[in-house]
């Protein structure tokens, strides 16, 4: 959008006026982009949550757009921090990524691939059945809406079609891609802890993928076409690749960024026990360190300006790095950690003024400061924009 928001909106809403069924639910993604950007999550909780809001991007037809924009939904929800915005963003990721899980079998279910055939209407072919095909053909424009579907797996009765293929499409990137970053919210959030079902279909589906693309493009660099596809898979897996000649970037400071959290959250599959507190204190340390790197634009250890080669107006990207920030900076309670965490909420204030999660982790910030009076103004902010008992981030 270049930051021309407002014309974005217009525009969408524009279209939406123009032709309703037609572009519905590309412009439901374009206000919801333009909502994210100048924070108005109320409006944009509204647009991809509410009934009426659902309606126009559900039955689209692009690939997991309604999962994708659900997800965004969830996100709306988990910044409005409204009260049981928890249990409803929960209700969301279960909805629109639990379900491509469980019916593609990437949550570990199956071994092997997962064969359906399409959804069929079983009361137009028992009628065909019974009554001929001049019966069915009368009967097949009236019952052509009904939704008695079945789902179950079935390749004896006939062979595969390519319908039956695409009706029941394995998960992209994009989508275990979102589901991870909104685990990862409501995990640090204090919602779903560790051993969380979740997580491990998360971690099976990762693997799953990894093993895909090892096998079809094992001289490539596994997730090297989206760098922010990388930083979620090394949340939980071990051992990804890195090309050596890209290691003073800031995509790879941040994998690494990524990586440690997934030690310090006991997230990696490794692990079967919980990571002593004093282990954990250390990988805590260690994260802030790294954060003040990527922030400075310069790497200490190796004593050299890092590369930028990612782009932070990714919205996905920024809500991950804010929130890392943010939960570093509390785990650690170091005053260097509390002043970027500081003035990274700052930043997000001035962009996104309407936004009461912000304003929320900018007085938990300055609490965990000694700043008093401007924390209790800035809490009392969050709650007038809509935020309601004001949450929790863990323990």
Not at 349 to 368: G, K
């Amino acid at each position: 959008m270049g930051g021309r928001y407002r014309e974005a909106e217009q525009l969408a809403e524009k279209s939406l006026q123009a032709d309703s069924d037609g572009c519905s639910g590309l412009a439901t993604w374009a206000l919801s982009l333009t909502y994210k950007a100048e924070g108005r999550v109320s409006e944009g909780r509204s647009l991809l949550s509410g009934f009426d809001g659902m309606q126009r991007y559900e039955e689209c037809g692009f690939l997991f757009f309604s999962s994708n924009l659900g997800g965004d939904g969830a996100q709306f929800v988990l910044d409005r921090d409204a009260a049981h915005a928890d249990r409803a963003a929960l209700r969301m990721y279960d909805e629109n990524f639990d379900r491509i899980l469980q019916y593609s079998g990437y949550n570990g279910s199956t071994l092997g691939t997962v064969l359906r055939t399409r959804p069929q209407n079983r009361r137009k072919q028992l009628t065909q059945n019974l009554w001929g095909n001049l019966l069915g053909s009368l009967t097949s424009h009236g019952e052509s809406k009904d939704r008695d579907f079945d789902f179950e797996p079935s390749t004896k009765s006939r062979l595969l079609t390519v319908q039956d293929v695409f009706s029941w499409l394995p998960p992209t990137h994009a989508v275990i891609t979102q589901a991870t970053l909104i685990l990862f919210r409501l995990t640090i959030r204090g919602v779903v802890p560790y051993d969380d079902t979740r997580w491990r279909d998360i971690t099976e589906a990762w693997s799953k993928l990894r093993r895909i693309q090892s096998t079809h493009r094992s001289n490539e660099i596994i997730y090297n076409f989206s760098p922010f596809t990388r930083i979620m898979a090394c949340l939980i897996l071990d051992g990804i690749d890195t090309d050596s000649s890209i290691s003073r970037t800031i995509s790879s400071k941040l994998e690494k960024v990524s990586d440690l959290i997934g030690y310090a959250l006991n997230l990696k599959k490794q692990l079967n026990i919980k990571t002593e507190l004093k282990q954990e204190n250390e990988l805590w340390i260690k994260i802030c360190a790294i954060l003040s790197d990527i922030r400075s634009g310069y790497d200490h250890e190796s004593d050299a300006i890092l590369i930028q080669d990612i782009d932070f107006r990714n919205e996905d990207l920024l809500s991950f790095w804010e929130y890392t920030v943010f939960y570093a900076a509390t785990k650690t309670k170091r005053y260097d950690a509390l002043c970027m965490a500081r003035s990274v909420c700052s930043e997000g204030i001035t962009l996104r003024p309407n936004s009461p999660e912000i304003w929320l982790r900018y007085s938990v910030i300055l609490e965990e400061m000694g700043d008093i009076v401007p924390a209790e103004e800035a809490k009392a902010a969050a709650i007038s924009l809509g935020s309601g008992e004001g949450g929790r981030f863990g323990e």
